[in-house]
C-alpha cells in the first residue's frame, strides 16, 4: 500500500510502498493499537515513517548517526 507521510523534522513529503492494509491503517489510526502491534511485518524505521514521515536517512542526518 502506498503511505504518503510529511516529515515532522523536515516538512517533505514523501510516499512509501509499505506491506500493510487499509485495515491495519485505519486501526492504528484509532489510537487504540500500539503502532508494533499493528504493523509486526514492519521495521521500526518503517513505522517511524508512518507515525512521523521522518525517513531512516533523515534520523542519521539529524542525529549523526
Known sequence: MKIERTSQVSGITRSADLDITEEQ?????LGRVAIQDCFPGLSADEREYIKTGITADEWENLFNV
Open 25 to 29: 491503517l485505519a486501526l492504528f489510526s
